[in-house]
């Protein structure tokens, strides 16, 4: 009785300590994305007073579910996801083999290698798109002077080339902090395990396939769900870069959202994609914590 | 560090003095943009209004310069119906949105001499038969030539095509033929509504019906792609560029013809800049000889002036209205700002002369072919549709009719989603 008395007052505590926290999420999370989903069950076109603003339950869904420019975005979403998460961690995993070796001037190349994670995106971007201008353009430029191309070409005016700025943008922005937190990971992996290996004669290959990467799977599912949601999300490099274009070619569904909602001024269809776009990143990071059993806060190794 | 506190407290007060005028006294605030010359022209005239009008007090509330950035601030504010700015600086396409949504006052009653302006600056500022807006200068597609390479105004759009063309063939002539607005964003519009009207197609009828997709229109849109493929006179650079790269182009001497607004007039004369000062000519986007019901168009742009419909003093914000309006300050902000006048009488008489660059004759030829973009509240979103599909086909994602039909659908599906059809048969009956 007594003790349980006693943890009960501990809980109570407990909870009244942690209260304030609890409120300020409810208010900054929970209270926003409650109201958005409000907003969505609604027609709401901020520049059209006459339409009222009726509760249509779930008409901007089953808009959403027709709308052939909302599916492409999340086709090229999914694409840039895949495509530079992709190169990122095999990049970054070869960056983090390399500086987890003990060299002279470890620490100058562990600081120079994140000079690009530190850049603003949309200052990448817009280096990244002077790099490809069609007209005055590095890239273009030297092409020509090797001779691979023989005249400037226009990147920005096909789908296939549009993206090549794009995800080399993205991947030479996001390499460095994959490969740092690969490098967390690498530096967490018990020496005394290659020792054993290399004493019975395993070679390089061997001991990165059976020790590395075994070891190093905690390290590569958190950078996965860092770099798939932020890739999901992905929205300034792309406004940018190509703004969407040509066409719609490389759109994605965080730039049609920000294009219904603060362009077109439609809140309850823009607070519907929204809600979407949130209902997506959210599965996929449950996917990754509940299917991969990636542990996100708890030590492990 | 020490002085932070105390400053801070005293900046509030000021602005809370500054924002509670007495009772009594009428305080208009103008929208607009306090920079450089222009924000000196602004604020000589409205000191004068005001020595003119000593009852009433103006401020100046600055806005973004930026189109679209002001224009999401204007919606805010309305829809939470806010009084100030008092008079509103609205883009041409704007007016019948604000009109219709209720934002702005119809001006009919108190009388503006409607027959003065030009009647296209008229037309786009009139939604279900008011006036909502008077305009304060008019903006203008021109069509730039290189007088040392094509002497002659092209009559046609197919002369326009082969002096490009002979023009580019010559010895050390320009890399390109014809320079443009192409990227996918407004621009491509303006430029798409001249050779349409070149053609003798719309976007929407006078009836309200959506005939974007006409064969007039598909040939157009067929024109502006054989530009760029076919006789190869535009590079297709043009498709990710604005009006700064197209004048970049032109103004280094690297471009035979440039479509593109008035604005870039002052640089390109500036000998220590420009390569083509004293060089060049402008003329309005002739027609298509091919088509008997094209014309020469020149797409309107350009800045209005409306009454904030939730303002305390409509009366004493017409009267500004009606004041910057006015012949002598329009004749002032030309002579400033180089802005053309949105009246016709004052390009007579020499009055303009040495004021904006260019012959006023050739600047009035322009304006009085001018044609507004579709008059229609829902307007931005119909743009966009167009935006895209027009870039689709221009970068040959689709062909002109295939990409036509779908913006036609599109525009269509539009209208019904936002009850324009209603709106519309209920304003003309009201």
Request: aromatic residues 10%.
């Amino acid at each position: 009785m007594r003790k349980t008395s006693r943890l009960g007052s501990e809980a109570r505590l407990g909870w009244g300590l942690v209260a304030p926290a609890l409120g300020v999420i409810a208010l900054i999370a929970i209270f926003p994305l409650g109201w958005t989903f409000w907003e969505s069950l609604h027609l709401h076109e901020l520049r059209m007073p006459w339409l009222g603003k009726p509760f249509v339950g779930l008409a901007n869904y089953v808009e959403i579910a027709r709308d052939p420019r909302f599916w492409a975005a999340l086709g090229h979403t999914a694409f840039f996801t895949v495509v530079s998460i992709s190169l990122e961690l095999l990049l970054g995993l070869f960056l983090a083999l390399a500086m987890n070796r003990v060299f002279r001037g470890r620490g100058f190349v562990r600081a120079a290698v994140l000079v690009p994670w530190a850049i603003p995106t949309v200052v990448a971007a817009l280096l990244w798109r002077f790099i490809f201008e069609s007209q005055g353009g590095i890239l273009n430029a030297l092409l020509v002077d090797v001779g691979i191309l023989n005249q400037p070409m226009v990147w920005f005016i096909e789908a296939s080339t549009a993206w090549v700025p794009v995800i080399l943008a993205d991947v030479w922005k996001t390499t460095p902090f994959v490969a740092l937190l690969l490098l967390a990971g690498l530096q967490n992996i018990d020496l005394s395990l290659y020792e054993a290996a290399a004493v019975d004669g395993a070679n390089a290959w061997w001991q990165l396939r059976h020790i590395t990467l075994p070891l190093l799977k905690p390290a590569i599912l958190v950078t996965l769900i860092f770099r798939t949601l932020d890739g999901f999300r992905v929205f300034d490099l792309i406004y940018v870069l190509t703004g969407g274009g040509p066409g719609t070619s490389t759109e994605p569904v965080a730039l049609y959202t920000f294009n219904a909602l603060l362009q077109n001024l439609r809140f309850g269809y823009g607070s519907a994609l929204s809600v979407v776009i949130f209902a997506i990143t959210f599965g996929l990071a449950l996917f990754y914590v509940k299917g991969l059993g990636v542990r996100l806060g708890e030590d492990e190794t | 560090m020490r002085r932070g506190p105390r400053f801070v407290l005293s900046a509030v007060l000021l602005a809370a003095c500054a924002r509670s005028p007495s009772k009594h006294e009428t305080v208009l605030t103008f929208s607009g943009s306090a920079l450089g010359a222009e924000g000196t022209l602004v604020a000589k005239q409205l000191k004068r209004f005001m020595q003119l009008n000593p009852g009433i007090r103006v401020e100046l509330q600055r806005t973004p310069d930026d189109a679209s950035q002001r224009h999401q601030l204007y919606v805010q504010w309305l829809n939470a119906r806010v009084g100030n700015p008092s008079i509103l600086q609205l883009d041409v396409v704007w007016t019948p949105e604000f009109a219709a949504a209720g934002w702005v006052l119809p001006l009919d009653r108190y009388g503006p001499a409607k027959s003065e302006f030009f009647a296209a600056t008229i037309t786009a500022n009139t939604w279900a038969g008011k006036l909502y807006a008077l305009p304060w200068f008019a903006d203008v597609g021109l069509l730039y030539r290189r007088t040392d390479l094509v002497p002659r105004e092209p009559r046609t759009l197919e002369e326009l095509v082969s002096e490009a063309q002979s023009a580019m063939s010559r010895r050390a002539g320009p890399r390109y033929g014809i320079v443009s607005q192409g990227a996918r964003y407004e621009g491509l519009i303006t430029g798409f509504v001249e050779y349409l009207g070149a053609f003798g197609g719309r976007i929407i009828d006078d009836r309200g019906e959506v005939v974007v997709n006409r064969p007039e229109a598909v040939r157009a849109l067929e024109f502006m792609r054989d530009e760029l493929y076919r006789w190869r006179v535009a590079p297709l650079d043009v498709l990710t560029w604005h009006e700064e790269e197209a004048r970049f182009a032109f103004q280094n001497g690297n471009a035979a013809f440039m479509r593109n607004w008035p604005y870039p007039v002052a640089a390109m004369s500036d000998t220590a800049q420009s390569k083509v000062a004293g060089k060049f000519a402008v003329s309005p986007m002739p027609a298509s000889g091919t088509a008997p019901a094209g014309h020469s168009t020149a797409t309107l742009g350009g800045a209005q002036l409306a009454i904030n419909a939730y303002t305390e003093f409509p009366e004493a914000a017409y009267r500004l209205i009606a004041y910057l309006t006015a012949p002598e300050q329009m004749l002032e902000r030309a002579r400033a700002v180089g802005q053309y006048p949105t009246r016709l009488a004052l390009y007579g008489d020499g009055l303009l002369s040495g004021a904006i660059g260019i012959p006023p004759e050739n600047a009035r030829r322009a304006i009085e072919s001018a044609t507004p973009r579709p008059v229609t509240p829902i307007y931005t979103e119909l743009s966009e549709i167009l935006q895209i599909e027009l870039h689709r086909a221009l970068v040959r994602q689709a062909e002109p009719r295939e990409a036509l039909d779908a913006a036609a659908a599109k525009i269509n599906a539009l209208i019904e989603r936002t009850g324009m059809r209603k709106l519309m048969a209920g304003t003309s009956k009201a």
